[in-house]
């Protein structure tokens, strides 16, 4: 079964760091395992409540960044994940390039949209059953 990466700020995550809760509850009809991706150091981990977020979260505080393909290779690594075994959904368009450049099946998530529909197709369309 797929793991699920989920963007955390501005996506999942509210600028206010609170959780998205029409996003949340699309995410929990789904029996995935979830993780969320971050690039945040330990002063953004407090701002935006990581430490209370529905799902565990990965950073590597900025070092490097999500738009560096490193970061996806380290995540794999440090998950004991290949590529096939996760999606991903993410709001910087840079991050998405950086996920996909190795391997990982990406949706580009449109933050000011939130079109939530579209989201909960390529979850469908991309997770086994």
């Known amino acids: 079964m797929k793991t699920i990466l989920v963007d955390a700020v501005f996506t999942l995550i509210e ?3 609170n ?3 029409e ?15 971050t690039g945040a150091n330990d002063e953004q981990m407090e701002t935006f409540k990581l430490h209370d977020a529905p799902y565990e979260v990965f950073t590597l505080k900025h070092d490097p960044e999500k738009t560096d393909p490193k970061y996806h290779e380290m995540m794999l690594e440090h998950f004991d994940l290949k590529a096939d075994d996760v999606i991903y959904f993410e709001h910087g368009a840079e991050a998405v390039k950086s996920a996909e ?5 990406t949706y580009f998530y449109d933050a000011e949209r939130k079109d939530l529909e579209s989201l909960k197709k390529f979850l469908v369309d991309n997770l086994e059953k």
Do not use: Y
């Open 15 to 17: 600028e206010d760091g």
């Open 19 to 21: 959780v998205f809760e």
């Open 101 to 105: 450049s190795v391997g990982i099946k």
């Open 23 to 37: 996003m949340h509850e699309l995410l929990e009809e789904f029996p995935n395992r979830k993780i969320i991706l």
